[in-house]
Each structure stands twice: as structure tokens, then as C-alpha cells.
């Protein structure tokens, strides 16, 4: 890097005509953009700019992914700035490093010469240069975007079940990961509910160039404070709810609302799907409305768009009626629980807005399932006894917590609950947590769910607290037991041991995930499985 005298501004650039070429190994449709185009486009400073007229063939993050041609983008990080990878990037054959002051600062210290574009605000930057470099895709694609705090997932994947029934190509973006056209995509970077900037931008541009049509993802609060998905436009946002969750990043429940309200934008949507039973739901209708969106409002109150008028519980889910705009909509959904038929509301308002034929769509519904969302465990009967109903559920707020419980309620039987709190996140939403559980359930086991470098055993003792808080304060006659069930395998062992025929049990928190968190190291851990081992151990033992 040299001297001030030797910076350029935008300026001083004149933007070349754009054509399209292949990206990289991933032979990506993107748009042929140099590092001309990028300063005029990002009103930088461009330092050491050599030839500015090389054009940019990805976006890369992380140093040891940069291939020939890639724009490296240096981020201050919490421990080390990203440009004490500049070198490692250059060797790997960058072409240029976006980044901040601080950054430009340590890559003149090294007495690197390569073309530093320099901004405040390098996220907001990358999300513009991931976009432009990758084509702009979102603009060719269909898509559909989820936020909420709960049902993100479950409305994501009702999403792609219905396209999929009508032969629609779908690619899906989320906590489950990325699939295209029902095939899983390797995820080489990110285990986020939503991809950074530059792989976001290179997912949807080579799903693009694969001929795809519509994209449902998830849009978390993470990703839209991070400015992930800045520059990514679409044609319909649904909200599904907002409770507590992740103030451990956004400090205020009005951070987190804030963040979540940045999806519904005219900047970022076209339209907008908005919950309307839920209080942040009527002050985001009223600002889509100001912003002159199309608007869908959903819930069981008289004024929604899509009303839900009932539903009734049977064997595999549910029965429900739907209001949609004057016409009555029935049908059967293969998951059970009043949250699943707000899920399944937004997804057919989503769809509705994204002109698709709904009566199409209702048949799709009976048998759907989501992995780790209310999802039976099939355990075999033992000679005469059957076995307990058994739900693995990700639920790991205090209101999905509510929701799985109410979902899962024995006529008969008794309601066990198996649940944790994750360490290193939101510690005070632990106690919530276990008096969501005491509320509703009849035996409440407390177990580790990914206590990271926390000691598990005092993050079982606040759920424990707040457990007993809640039955304190109810002041009920009903008989509730907390039991502290120690590590997960032994606490959802404890369950089965003590589940009758008649009863009903959810192990919360983890869901879908595969792994254990536990002093740093990840460990391979199933609720599926463990619950089906632990059934299998038993009745051996009986």
C-alpha cells in the first residue's frame, strides 16, 4: 500500500460496461465487475489500485477459500481484524481487500501492494459487492423470506412442500442448510440460520444458472442486524411471531424487534405477510402499509386477511379451516399444534401473494413433516403395551416452549417434558424457560442442551429455579414434578423409564441438530436417536 497522495476516490473511475461470465469452480452466472465498477459503486477510497480495470470473480471471507480473482474482504473480528490475512488472501491470488480504516492501516503496516478499498462500513460494502459480483440473482429469482423467532423453519420447508407439489423448482435457505430442487447443497462456510453476504449471493447465482425459479429462506435477526441480506430483494416477507430470543446480541427486546423490522422495507420487499395476533405484528403492518407494500395480515382475529377460523386435532395433525380473503379454505395439515396452523396460514398467504393457485396447494399440507418440529419418535409396542407418544421439538424459547406443550397435550395421560438452555447465550431467559415447561407439563425433566464453556449443572439449576418460581406462583393444586435429569442421554432415558402408554413426551432445544456442545467440543448427539436407543435399552433391561 502506498501513500495518501496515491489514493483514488470514485471519483476518479469511470465504470466499465458490464457482461456476464462464469464464476470460479462453481461456473456461477455473475456479472463481469471490476474493481473500477466496485469503487464508483461503493464511493471508496481505493488505495495501491494498480490495474482497476481487473475484473472480480467472487467474494471470499475467509483467507484460506480465496481463489484467483476473488475480492477479499477484511472484517474487524472480535479477537483479530481479518486483515492479518490479507498476505495468506494475496498469495491464494486476491485481487483486491475491501476493508476498513483500521484494516487499511495494518495492510500499509505489512507493506502489502494490493488494491485496498476502504469504507466505514465494510458489511454494508461486502453486501454490495457480493451483489453485484454474483449478478444481482435475487432480481431473477422468486423469493420468499421468513423471519420471526419461532416457525421460521417449519414455514420455510411448508414453503418448498407446497412448490414441490406443483413441480415448481425450490431452493431452500436455513437453519436445516441449503437444498436446491430437494438435494442437499455442502456447506463449506456457515452453520448461521442465514448465509453471510458473499455465500448468500453465490448460492442464489448458482442456483440461477441451474435454471431455478423460487427461493424460500430463512431470514434471522443475526443476518438482517449483519446486513447478510442487504441487497438481496424479495418479492414476499412473512413474519411469524416475536418472542424472546438472542438478547444475549441484541441487548433489547426494541434491538431485536428493530432488526427483524428491516425485512419490511419497500428497500428489501415487495410484499408482506404479517401476523397480526401478535403485537409486533400490527406495528409492522402499519409501517408495510406506510411503505405502500402489499399486505397479507394473518391470525385468529376478526380483521385478518387470512383468518383461521378453527382447527381440531386428529391422529396425524390437524383439521383446519382458513378464511383467505372472503373464501373458505379446508384441509388437513400432517402436523399437530395451534402454532403449526399459524405456520401453515403464512405459507399459503405467502403463496398467495406470490400469485400462485391456493386451491392447488391445500392437498400438499396432509403430510408434511419437518425434521426435529414436532417430530414423532416411532418407538414398537412392547407385547400387549404400546409406547409412549414420543416429539422431538427445537423449541428453545420460552414461547416454543408454550407452543410444543400445548401441541403435544394427553387427553389422558400425563405430559413429560425434557428440556435444557444453551451456555454462552441468553442467560436470562433460562428461568422463563423452565416455567414455560412448569406451566403445562406434569413431570418436567431439566438435561444439557449444548452448554458450551458454562457448567451444565448451573444451567440446569436456573431452568430448575424458574420452574418452581412459576409453580410458586400459580398457586395451583396441580402436581408437578421438576427433577434435575443430569446429561441429555440419562434425562431422556429417565423419561421413557418413567413414560406410561397413555403419556406424552417432548424433548426440547435441540431438534434437528446433531451434535453436542459440551466444554468446546462438539460430539455427535441425536434426540432421534438417543430416544430410540434408550427405548431399545429398556426393554432389554425389562
Excluded at 400490527?282 to 376478526?302: I, N
Excluded at 457448567?455 to 440446569?460: E, G, S
Aim: hydrophobic share 45%; net charge negative.
Amino acid at each position: 500500500m502506498t501513500n495518501d497522495e496515491s489514493e483514488l476516490t470514485s471519483s476518479d473511475l469511470a465504470p466499465r460496461s458490464l457482461e456476464v461470465h462464469a464464476v470460479g469452480q462453481q461456473s456461477a452466472a455473475a456479472t463481469a465487475v471490476t474493481i473500477a465498477d466496485l469503487v464508483v459503486s461503493l464511493g471508496s477510497v481505493i488505495s495501491d489500485p494498480g490495474d482497476v480495470h481487473l475484473p472480480l470473480t467472487g467474494v471470499r471471507l475467509d483467507s484460506r477459500r480465496v481463489r484467483p480473482g476473488d475480492l477479499f474482504v477484511a472484517l474487524p473480528g472480535m479477537q483479530v481484524h481479518g486483515a492479518q490475512f490479507a498476505q495468506q488472501a494475496i498469495d491464494a491470488g486476491a485481487v483486491a481487500i475491501l476493508t476498513d480504516p483500521d484494516g487499511a492501516r495494518l495492510i500499509s503496516a505489512a507493506e502489502l501492494h494490493v488494491a485496498t478499498l476502504i469504507v466505514p462500513n465494510p458489511r454494508h460494502a461486502m453486501a454490495v459487492a457480493s451483489a453485484m459480483i454474483y449478478g444481482c440473482p435475487s432480481k431473477k429469482l422468486s423469493m420468499l423470506g421468513v423471519t420471526g423467532t419461532n416457525g421460521k423453519t417449519t414455514t420455510t420447508l411448508m414453503i418448498e412442500h407446497a412448490l414441490t407439489s406443483i413441480k415448481r423448482p425450490v431452493a431452500t435457505i436455513g437453519t436445516l442448510g441449503t437444498r436446491m430442487n430437494g438435494s442437499p447443497v455442502p456447506n463449506e462456510i456457515s452453520t448461521v440460520t442465514t448465509p453471510e453476504s458473499p455465500q448468500l449471493q453465490e448460492l442464489l447465482a448458482r442456483y440461477l444458472a441451474a435454471g431455478g425459479e423460487w427461493v424460500a429462506m430463512e431470514v434471522s435477526s443475526h443476518a438482517l442486524a449483519l446486513e447478510r441480506v442487504s441487497c438481496t430483494i424479495f418479492d414476499v416477507a412473512g413474519f411469524t411471531n416475536l418472542g424472546r430470543d438472542h438478547l444475549d446480541f441484541h441487548r433489547t427486546m426494541t434491538e431485536y424487534f428493530e432488526a427483524k423490522a428491516k425485512l419490511f422495507t419497500a428497500e428489501m420487499t415487495r410484499s408482506a405477510v404479517l401476523n397480526i395476533d401478535d403485537p409486533a405484528g400490527v406495528e409492522l403492518a402499519r409501517r408495510a402499509h406506510a411503505a405502500q407494500l402489499a399486505v397479507l395480515t394473518t391470525g385468529r382475529c376478526e380483521q385478518a386477511d387470512v383468518r383461521i377460523l378453527d382447527w381440531r386435532p386428529n391422529q396425524s395433525g390437524s383439521t383446519v379451516r382458513i378464511e383467505m380473503l372472503g373464501q373458505l379454505l379446508e384441509f388437513q395439515l400432517g402436523m399437530p399444534g395451534e402454532f403449526n396452523v399459524r405456520n401453515a396460514a403464512t405459507t399459503l398467504a405467502m403463496l398467495a401473494l406470490a400469485k400462485l393457485e391456493i386451491a392447488t396447494l391445500l392437498d400438499s399440507f396432509a403430510d408434511v413433516q419437518i425434521p426435529g418440529r414436532m417430530q414423532p419418535v416411532p418407538l414398537a409396542a412392547r407385547g400387549p403395551h404400546a409406547a409412549p407418544q414420543v416429539f422431538v421439538d427445537f423449541g428453545h424459547t420460552p414461547q416454543a416452549i408454550t407452543a410444543a406443550l400445548q401441541a403435544a397435550a394427553a387427553a389422558d395421560g400425563r405430559l413429560i417434558a425434557v428440556l435444557g438452555a444453551g451456555g454462552d447465550r441468553d442467560p436470562e431467559k433460562r428461568g422463563p424457560m423452565g416455567a414455560a415447561a412448569a406451566s403445562l407439563a406434569d413431570l418436567v425433566i431439566v438435561t444439557d442442551d449444548n452448554p458450551r464453556s458454562e457448567p451444565p449443572a448451573v444451567i440446569r439449576q436456573q431452568i430448575i429455579d424458574g420452574a418452581h418460581e412459576q409453580l410458586c406462583e400459580d398457586g395451583s393444586t396441580r402436581e408437578v414434578e421438576i427433577v434435575d435429569g443430569g446429561d441429555r442421554a440419562a434425562a431422556i432415558k429417565l423419561a421413557l423409564q418413567i413414560a406410561e402408554p397413555q403419556d406424552r413426551v417432548v424433548i426440547l432445544g435441540k431438534g434437528h441438530e446433531q451434535t453436542q456442545e459440551i466444554a468446546g467440543v462438539r460430539v455427535p448427539f441425536d434426540d432421534v436417536t438417543a430416544a430410540s436407543q434408550a427405548w431399545v435399552e429398556l426393554g432389554e433391561q425389562a
